[in-house]
């Protein structure tokens, strides 16, 4: 059905967003100490430059668009008018941070004495007493992902019309995301690019892991792909105890709200409100949603004052949001083309694949597949595991590549060659490991014989002046200029509109809403 110039153009007319976090640094290589340049305006309000945990930790944002190179040339230049905002300090270009000194000189992200602005601030206080402040500088990248309302229109032309096409857009959408979940050790197989990092990073922490070492403070496992997405990264134990179902939207928002209202003993004991003074917006498992780390999320454009899980309660499933991507530090804006188009045929084929649900078994055998890679994915001969069947990694990406090859000549059509080119990249990463990402990252500091921190400098400068020389026009660079500035008087009127004080303001975030039941357009 989807085969004939119809269904062609309705797959093709995908949109995507990218954020992608980057640590400020200075010419040591240290995490820059300074608030938020202001020329780059109000991290609260600004539509494409804010911060993430840190005030140190950028975060840009993409308008959503259809069309790839607008993606990557926007990202570009929001990365170039940024490096061009401050004065000599870099982008720290992988994923996991660098030279810290005291963890306790980390400087969480102010936002202003709104009362978002404080909760903003208060949620990241939160997260340092709970997960440290180390963890929270960690760098990735998000590739936000919809198709297009005509592909909706077909699909839906095709099924019982049984529910409404609203609900039937969030159910195929939880169906990409099972299927997903099911492969997402693909991405760090081939996108992971944290196999090393700097002994600073382990320092405190305990970890059975058993690291070599490399020059004079490199750490490494030999097969490993993407530390940022094991145990010692971007990932927290407490929450696996939440077992949050992907089986419906309605299940998936029963988890989420159970979580936030889940105390957590061990949160408890932090205390919210000690003498006077919050540490933390409550003792729940999660303070609010943002908290649940997963690998992806279901989401829905949120309107003012709105929770995501309320988003997605009123009006369904909008978009995706994949969240297993580190920085790859071979591309001064964190990802490539080949990356994007791997990730649409990658998406397009877990939407379109029948969907079964997930039990407690299948959900063991996702988080130990995951691992196996995330610790080991590079290693000769590595099985994981298939509908409870062994199976070699490579013979399992070997049969999904021969998948994707089909959506990529479907896409490409006769005039083109973008998504064929891009998998048979790819398709040499499954053949040898070396070709991951992972895999370069190991070689290069082989080569170079250099340490990570060293290595990762020296990327940081080559970027800082490929990004300083981009010729960003007079246009761009006055629509940056104007948006910082009216992102500051936006928040200005932010604080002068409030009329809470920050108690009652947090008592009215979350009062308890009416359960609101997934519902049709
Ligand atoms: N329909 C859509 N399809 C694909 N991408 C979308 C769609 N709508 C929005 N996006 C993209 O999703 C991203 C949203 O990022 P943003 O940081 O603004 O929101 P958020 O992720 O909900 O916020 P936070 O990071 O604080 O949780 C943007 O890159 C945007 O372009
Ligand atoms: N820095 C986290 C993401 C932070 C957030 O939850 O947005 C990462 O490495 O993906
Ligand atoms: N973005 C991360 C760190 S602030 C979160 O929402 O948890």
């Given at each position: ?19 992608r ?22 991290a ?64 969480i ?45 077909l ?46 990073f ?73 003498d ?35 988003a ?23 990802i ?67 998948e ?57 400068k ?16 006055a ?32 009062a ?10």
């Open positions: 059905m989807l085969k004939g110039a119809e269904g062609r153009a309705a797959l093709k007319d995908m949109r995507r967003g990218i954020e976090e980057a640590l400020r640094i200075d010419a040591s290589g240290h995490l820059a100490m300074d608030g938020h340049p202001k020329t780059l305006g109000s609260l309000t600004h539509s494409r430059i804010t911060t993430d945990y840190s005030e140190a930790l950028l975060e840009f944002i993409t308008p959503v668009t259809h069309s790839i190179d607008e993606l990557l040339t926007g990202l570009t230049e929001t990365h170039a008018f940024t490096l061009n905002q401050l004065k000599g300090q870099q982008l720290w270009p992988v994923s996991m941070p660098c030279y810290v000194g005291d963890e306790k000189d980390i400087p992200a102010q936002y202003g004495s709104s009362n978002s602005g404080r909760m903003k601030t208060l949620y990241r206080k939160g997260l340092t007493y709970r997960y440290g402040a180390l963890m929270q500088i960690i760098s990735g990248v998000h590739f936000n992902f919809s198709v297009s309302d005509e592909l909706w229109d699909l839906y032309a095709q099924s019982d019309k049984s529910v409404s096409r609203c609900d039937f857009i969030s159910e195929r959408y939880f169906g990409l995301i099972r299927n997903y979940r099911r492969l997402v050790w693909v991405l760090p197989y081939l996108f992971g690019a944290s196999p090393a990092l700097c002994h600073s382990i320092k405190e922490q305990q970890t059975e892991l058993d690291f070599e070492k490399m020059g004079r403070g490199t750490l490494y496992l030999p097969w490993a792909t993407s530390l940022r997405m094991s145990d010692l990264g971007y990932t927290n134990k407490e929450q696996e105890r939440l077992s949050i179902s992907y089986n419906s939207l309605a299940d998936y928002l029963k988890g989420i709200r159970a979580a936030i209202k889940m105390p957590s003993d061990n949160f408890a004991n932090i205390g919210v409100k000690v006077g003074e919050y540490r933390q917006l409550n003792a729940n498992v999660l303070q609010i949603e943002n908290e649940f780390y997963a690998p992806i999320r279901a989401k829905r454009v949120t309107r003012s004052g709105e929770k995501p899980s309320e997605l309660a009123r009006a369904g499933v909008e978009y995706i949001e994949v969240r297993a991507l580190d920085v790859n530090p071979f591309s001064a804006i964190g490539e083309a080949s990356q994007v188009r791997f990730l649409d045929l990658f998406l397009l084929h877990c939407l379109l694949s029948p969907s079964a649900t997930t039990d407690s078994t299948g959900e063991q055998e996702i988080a130990a597949n995951l691992k196996a890679v995330v610790l080991e994915g590079r290693k000769p001969g590595l099985m994981l595991s298939q509908n409870g069947e062994p199976v070699a990694r490579e013979q399992w990406m070997l049969a999904l590549f021969a994707l090859q089909q959506l990529a000549t479907l896409l490409d059509g006769k005039d083109d060659d973008q998504y064929q080119l891009a998998l048979a990249k790819w398709h040499q990463a499954v053949i040898d490991p070396n070709e991951t990402l992972s895999g370069q990252v190991m070689k290069t500091l082989a080569d170079k014989g250099l340490d990570h921190g060293a290595w990762v400098m020296a990327l940081a080559e970027y800082q002046q490929q990004l300083l020389n981009y010729p960003l026009s007079a246009a761009a660079q629509s940056f200029e104007a948006e910082a500035q009216a992102s500051i008087e936006s928040q200005l009127q932010m604080e002068a509109a409030d009329r809470l004080n920050f108690d009652d303001f947090l008592v009215q975030y979350f308890d809403e009416p359960a609101k039941e997934a519902v049709s357009q």
